[in-house]
């Protein structure tokens, strides 16, 4: 197709997005936005299934989860449905030396950074902290606190600038992810106010899945979120998060920007949650079945496999293919949760402090008397 302007597509919202695959499957070219940017993506035929194997796979693993918080195996579960293709296509177009600083919901990023899918389940399952090694990996630990994790993104990022690992492409960037509904924290403002003044290596990624808990859009902001970027005094782009290429070549390029010294940006990724907050959440309490049919229809994996099809990336047996191969990585999956081992009541105390403290000590030693004291009753 065509070069397209920023509101390619029937579906886009007010103000347009940046869309590079349609939810009929058609492949737009490149898109030139209002600030003279251009966004386009160079795949080759295995890559373009590569993108489609990563979001059927993370599917498939966030369905698995959510049965096994069903069956009472999980604490809770924050689900990704709906949202594959912005943490997909964002997770991909980060660098080997990028550093990622996640929510509670980015298992698709996760899984992406190459992390095993077994370490978020310890946190959810209630028997470890979902301690992966941020610093191999390149990926931060999951944070709870809604929107804390943009302000240690930000003084990462600022980090990375005093010790000189900006300005070239070599160099590294920092991305930070959050919600539509994490933009009404304070610590999120703060973080683009330091941001902004420090012109710090960043990438603020909204992944606005329409709602906050249950609280809509309509009633968090008067402006598109992407345009909020502009009073901190750096630039904002809204993007079709259901679009796993836009959403790859956005990101690719902020990231890039921002290694090279240029700067944050933000970018709004327009997508829908499709399922629950969480486990503990009852979505039809707050929106109609039909918003989420008109939701359905704009799938991120739909979409893909549309386009895989016509242009004969992929057939059949292809599909099939992936589709079993989830399966098992799924199947596994659930046999490694389920063989967790529950931890000691007493290793709460291992991990406080690297060397441990005297204080830590004596607590340790009370706790172990005060359940030595049950053994024989009938407690």
């Known amino acids: 197709m065509a070069n397209g302007e920023s509101t390619a597509g029937t579906d886009a919202p ?11 499957g058609e492949r737009i070219d490149s898109v030139t936005t209002a600030d003279g940017t251009t966004y386009s993506v160079d795949f080759t035929d295995d890559e373009y299934r590569e993108l489609y194997r990563d979001l059927v796979t993370v599917r498939r693993l966030d369905a698995e989860a959510t049965a096994l918080q069903r069956q ?14 912005a943490q997909v296509g964002s997770g991909r ?3 080997p030396q990028d550093m990622a600083f996640p929510t509670y ?7 992406t950074r190459g992390i095993d899918p077994i370490m978020p389940f310890g946190l959810f399952r209630g028997v470890d902290q979902g301690g992966w090694d941020a610093n191999e990996h390149r990926f931060n630990g999951y944070t709870i606190v809604i929107g804390s ?12 600038t005093m010790d000189g690992k900006t300005g070239s492409p070599d160099g590294e960037a920092v991305i930070a992810y959050f919600g539509d509904g994490a933009t009404s924290q304070g610590e999120v403002n703060e973080a683009f106010v330091w941001a902004g003044v420090f012109h710090a290596p960043m990438v603020f990624f909204c992944q606005n899945n329409q709602y906050a808990i249950s609280e809509p859009l309509e009633r968090q902001t008067r402006i598109p979120l992407y345009r909020r970027a502009a009073g901190y005094g750096f630039p904002g782009v809204r993007i079709d998060g259901n679009d796993v290429l836009a959403s790859f070549a956005v990101t690719r390029a902020a990231l890039d920007n921002a290694r090279n010294g240029q700067g944050p940006t933000l970018i709004e990724a327009y997508t829908y949650r499709m399922g629950a907050h969480t486990s503990s959440d009852d979505p039809t309490r707050y929106r109609i079945a039909s918003e989420v049919e008109s939701w359905k229809a704009k799938d991120p ?7 895989l099809a016509k242009q004969q990336l992929g ?21 490694r949760v389920l063989s967790m081992p529950d931890p000691q009541p ?16 004596l607590q340790r030693s009370q706790f172990a008397d005060y359940h030595a004291s049950f053994e024989g009753s009938d407690h």
């Open 149 to 160: 994790q943009t302000l240690h993104a930000t003084g990462y990022a600022m980090g990375v």
């Open 93 to 95: 177009a980060m660098r």
């Open 105 to 111: 919901r980015e298992h698709g990023v996760l899984y």
């Open 301 to 307: 994996i739909s979409r893909l496999r549309a386009f």
């Open 72 to 85: 009472g195996e999980l604490g809770i579960w924050a689900s990704l449905l709906g949202q594959e293709a």
């Open 346 to 361: 007493i290793s709460m105390f291992d991990n406080v402090y690297p060397h441990g403290s005297p204080e830590l000590d």
């Open 14 to 24: 007010a103000g347009g997005f940046v869309q590079l695959l349609t939810p009929d």
């Open 315 to 335: 057939d059949d047996s292809f599909f099939d293919e992936v589709d079993e191969s989830a399966k098992t990585l799924a199947l596994s999956l659930r046999e």
